[in-house]
């Protein structure tokens, strides 16, 4: 149910911004996203880490991956395209070498993993599981990735596929596991579903939309693999609907929201579609604190607007109220009173 919109302002100091997401508590639903944010030391110099609520990793694969050829990354309007292959460091390393110092700037750690196939998915869990008790709260499961051993068909298009591989997945963790959900299916709503019921703490909403840029002088596409995933505001409008669709479906289910959050007012749209927190991905290129700018902004609108809490506006928006059908007939007569004169 939610909560009528108050009229009163409210002073910053008000405001509490925690939110939950499933088992967690986080101190506020900003966090940053896979791919944008490498392992989040590199953006130390140019902000304090500490006031992220968390962040998602690259993603990570059981072995390293070094992944796309050149060029794999091109900016389209309002956006970009990326195909950068999933490089990463590997399951060992990460826990080796990036963990540590995640757990110590006491950030809620999402690793995003993946696998080249089912048994790939299944494998690198449970190294992850590793790192439970030791700064991972969540796996977040990158199901946008094609089974080799299928003919290229993505793990995420097919519910029964996806239930199945999320079922083995929470089998071999105790970590809470969180699916990334591509939006390049025809019903996101069944495939959250599916995840759901296989045991998933949540889902993420959403990944990149497959698309193309083409340099007409060279008559090639900008980048090698043809296509890549689209992000940025240009698919802001597509991960709304998603969120509300599914949050509609499925109000139970905790939704963390992305897709084009460029400043609060946008991580506060997707909190009213239905999100419980968000992530800020590729405005993280244009600016590295981008992050920060989104928290700061969504506290002083929620203050602005008189919302003391987030969980009060987590899925309030509200359909407009349909207009009175117009009535030809009721327009054309003649009023009652001028019809005594």
């Avoid at 991580?267 to 928290?295: H, K, W, Y």
């Amino acid at each position: 149910m939610s909560a009528p919109p108050r009229t009163a302002a409210l002073p910053r100091e008000r405001v509490d911004l925690r939110c939950g997401f499933g088992p967690l508590t986080l101190p506020h639903p900003i966090l940053a996203a896979s791919g944008c944010f490498a392992y989040g030391q590199q953006f130390a110099d140019f902000m304090d880490l500490r006031r992220l609520a968390g962040l998602s990793t690259k993603g990570i694969s059981p072995k390293p991956r070094f992944g796309n050829p050149l060029p794999r990354i091109c900016e389209t309007a309002s956006g970009m395209i990326n195909s950068i292959g999933l490089e990463n460091v590997g399951a060992e390393a990460f826990l080796r070498d990036k963990l540590p110092y995640l757990s110590a700037a006491g950030l809620s750690v999402w690793v995003n993993f993946f696998g080249e196939d089912f048994d790939g998915y299944v494998e690198c869990a449970r190294l992850l599981d590793a790192g439970r008790g030791h700064g991972i709260d969540v796996l977040e499961m990158n199901i946008s990735c094609p089974n080799i051993k299928k003919g290229g068909i993505e793990f995420g298009t097919v519910p029964e596929v996806a239930h199945r591989l999320t079922k083995a997945c929470v089998a071999a963790t105790s970590l809470p596991i969180v699916v990334k959900l591509t939006p390049n299916v025809s019903d996101v709503v069944a495939m959250a579903q599916a995840v759901a019921e296989a045991g998933a703490a949540g889902v993420s909403l959403i990944n990149t939309i497959t698309a193309m840029a083409i340099d007409v002088r060279t008559r090639r596409p900008r980048i090698a693999t043809t296509y890549g995933g689209l992000s940025g505001p240009a698919i802001k409008p597509v991960a709304l609907r998603m969120v509300h669709q599914v949050h509609r479906a499925l109000p139970q289910l905790p939704i963390c929201g992305m897709g084009g959050i460029l400043s609060g007012e946008d991580a506060l749209e997707f909190i009213m579609a239905g999100a419980s927190c968000v992530q800020v991905g590729t405005a993280n290129f244009a600016r590295p604190d981008a992050s920060l700018r989104v928290l700061d902004e969504l506290h002083a609108l929620m203050a602005e607007l008189g919302i003391a809490t987030v969980a009060e506006v987590v899925g309030c928006v509200q359909p407009i109220e349909p207009e009175t059908p117009w009535n030809p007939a009721a327009a054309s007569a003649p009023d009652a009173e001028a019809g005594k004169r």
